[in-house]
């Protein structure tokens, strides 16, 4: 089974600096999707960031980008120049491409404070 | 539009009161799926679906129920609601095929509580 660990329950970042957010998985597989979801107050869940394992090359959405590690099987989440609507709970998460695949594996969260 | 819709958004119930949350995607995703969100344990995965009629257990199913009888809709059965499933729900959907993103597009979160 896989497992998805957010080691830092808590993170805060002063506005404009640059933060890191931490994801590890444990995983026997190859092929499958990696995931930052952002859920603000509003409790509603927001794709941040996709990596698909095959590609070598982080992904990168304006100022979110990752750094993606396969064989340490690490995926962190830095996010530049921030600002105070980035304030919000950070979820990392796994997705398997095996078509007979259907689970989804969730962190338990990093919440992100933003200082002005 | 393209969302995830669920309903009731709200709702206190008794423990016992059968109760049913809808969930309604107008992707036409093939995957659809329910999880729960309780304060420091993340997101857990309920149930899941891979299309029409075929459903499967997620992390965290006892207690619930589901059916797929229409691609668009996928709703969440509490047969005899506990406390313990006093919690936030949340549905989703993907698509799921050859060349698909994966992402999933989440509702907006049903705040169920069981007194």
């Known amino acids: 089974a896989q497992t998805v660990t957010q080691s830092q329950p808590e993170m805060s970042v002063q506005e404009a600096e640059t933060v890191t957010l931490s994801c590890t998985y444990d995983?026997?597989?190859?092929?499958?999707?990696l995931f930052w979801y952002k859920q603000p107050p509003s409790r509603q869940m927001i794709l941040v960031i996709r990596?698909?394992?095959?590609?070598?090359q982080n992904a990168t959405e304006n100022r979110f980008s990752v750094n993606f590690q396969k064989a340490a099987k690490s995926f962190s989440l830095k996010i530049s120049d921030s600002q105070l609507g980035d304030a919000a709970m950070y979820f990392c998460?796994?997705?398997?491409?095996?078509?007979?695949?259907?689970?989804?594996?969730f962190g338990d969260g990093t919440t992100l404070t933003v200082k002005p | 539009e393209a969302q995830v819709t669920q309903n009731p958004r709200y709702l206190i119930t008794v423990t016992g009161k059968k109760l049913t949350v809808t969930c309604s995607q107008n992707?036409?995703?093939?995957?659809m799926s329910w999880y729960r969100q309780d304060p420091g344990l993340g997101l857990r995965q309920i149930y899941y679906?891979?299309?029409?009629?075929?459903?499967d257990k997620g992390d965290v199913p006892e207690g619930y129920k589901v059916s797929r009888k229409e691609k668009r809709n996928f709703p969440l059965i509490l047969e005899s609601p506990s406390p313990n499933q006093t919690s936030l729900y949340f549905c989703?959907?993907?698509?799921?095929?050859?060349?698909?993103?994966?992402?999933?597009?989440f509702g907006p979160g049903t705040r169920l509580t069981v007194t």
């Open positions: 992707m036409n995703h093939e995957y």
């Open positions: 989703a959907s993907s698509l799921w095929r050859l060349g698909g993103s994966y992402e999933q597009y």
């Open positions: 998460a796994y997705r398997s491409r095996r078509t007979n695949a259907g689970k989804s594996t």
């Open positions: 995983t026997s597989e190859s092929d499958y999707y």
């Open positions: 679906s891979m299309n029409v009629e075929v459903t």
């Open positions: 990596q698909e394992a095959y590609k070598q």
